[in-house]
């Protein structure tokens, strides 16, 4: 019997892939088979989960990157395909965003977190979307959050700019999947990240009191988001495409 979540002979690009979710899905993709593109502004977490991934047999290069630059994404893009050949899975990982009350954000701040959240996969996706249409196949997986579901006054911006992911998500799926490009996407309830220990940090509370408001009881690892990128890369999602997967632990405390 195939192994529908066998990732051999596939190349993975990842953005966002020195920490957190993207390198927890960087690993186990490249645990299942696949060879990974790393991209991030930061050259030494790059250079980590490369490592990291060769110590397991795969191949991997980093490939610094100011995705919110479309010139920038094309030459990722271009690097991806140099070294390797082909794409087979594009994850728009890079994200992120302040908390603070919506009177407090300047317009550039505003565009800042558009651009990181959203811009980057229109770019990103657009840019691979053209070899993976050329070759007959490909997966596209964004990374969103339960904050594009709710209404959250302290996240307006990084909220807005999650819901537009989801939507985008959805018109491009609608646009390539019978062109053999499926397009998905995850809606991250909170997760162990340094992202996240930052901003616990700076307003003065325990991360782990945010697991509290879920009836899993807990945050997630980012390895658990990893194994969902690892469905919708994979042929495991082969009848999946244009849908959000909120990945969250339940909706609230537990019941008695």
């Known amino acids: 019997m195939s192994d529908r979540f066998s990732m051999q002979g596939?190349?993975?690009?990842?953005?966002?892939?020195?920490?957190?979710?993207?390198?927890?899905?960087?690993?186990?993709?490249?645990?299942?088979?696949?060879?990974?593109?790393?991209?991030?502004r930061r050259a030494e977490p790059l250079k980590s989960t490369v490592a990291e991934i060769e110590a397991l047999g795969?191949?991997?290069?980093a490939v610094p990157t100011?995705?919110?630059?479309?010139?920038?994404?094309?030459?990722l893009v271009d690097a991806a395909l140099a070294e390797f050949g082909r794409i087979d899975v594009l994850l728009n990982n890079a994200g992120?965003?302040?908390?603070?009350?919506?009177?407090?954000?300047?317009?550039?701040e505003w565009h800042q977190v558009l651009d990181l959240n959203l811009s980057s996969a229109w770019y990103l996706s657009r840019a691979a979307a053209k070899p993976m249409i050329a070759q007959g196949k490909g997966a596209i997986v964004n990374i969103s959050s339960g904050a594009s579901l709710l209404a959250m006054p302290q996240a307006a911006a990084y909220g807005a700019a999650k819901a537009g992911l989801?939507?985008?998500?959805?018109?491009?799926?609608?646009a390539w999947t019978r062109k053999g490009?499926?397009?998905?996407?995850?809606?991250?309830?909170?997760?162990?990240?340094p992202g996240l220990e930052e901003e616990a940090q700076r307003g003065g509370y325990d991360?782990?009191?945010?697991g509290q408001t879920n009836g899993a009881g807990r945050i997630a690892d980012p390895d658990?988001?990893?194994?969902g990128v690892l469905f919708f890369a994979s042929d495991a999602s082969s009848y999946c495409s244009g849908q959000t997967l909120y990945m969250h632990g339940a909706p609230g405390p537990a019941g008695v």
């Open 10 to 40: 596939r190349v993975a690009m990842i953005t966002g892939g020195g920490t957190g979710i993207g390198r927890a899905s960087a690993l186990v993709l490249a645990e299942r088979g696949a060879d990974v593109v790393l991209a991030g």
């Open 58 to 61: 795969r191949r991997a290069i």
């Open 66 to 75: 100011d995705v919110t630059q479309s010139d920038q994404c094309q030459a």
């Open 96 to 108: 992120g965003g302040e908390t603070k009350a919506i009177m407090k954000w300047t317009d550039e």
């Open 166 to 174: 989801n939507n985008l998500t959805g018109s491009m799926a609608a």
């Open 181 to 193: 490009v499926r397009v998905n996407c995850i809606a991250c309830g909170a997760i162990r990240t």
């Open 207 to 210: 991360i782990d009191m945010i």
């Open 224 to 227: 658990e988001i990893g194994y």
